[in-house]
């Protein structure tokens, strides 16, 4: 009579299940550090309003694309320098 192969399946499903949780604890750990670390800052950004428009800042300009071929992507002018005139 053949015996029969004594397999691990139990323990690798106890490992399975205890690693999951396991896991699953120390993200939720994770998670809660990080909440209770970062909720004072939600309400420091509330009460700090931005400043009023034009009072130093700068509108942004267009935005500029790589339409087209691909290859002639907007770039802007150089300065030009002009030699000094020689007398």
Do not use: C, Y
Request: without cysteine; aromatic residues 4%.
């Amino acid at each position: 009579m053949a015996m029969k192969k004594k397999t691990d399946l139990g323990a690798a499903l106890a490992g399975l299940v205890l690693g999951g949780s396991v896991l699953f604890l120390l993200m939720l750990t994770i998670v809660w550090l990080t909440n209770t670390h970062f909720e004072g800052k939600a309400e420091h950004k509330k009460s700090v309003s931005p400043p009023p428009v034009g009072a130093g800042a700068v509108a942004p300009g267009p935005i500029p694309t790589t339409t087209g071929t691909g290859s002639q992507a907007p770039v802007a002018p150089t300065p030009t320098v002009t030699p000094p005139a020689r007398h």
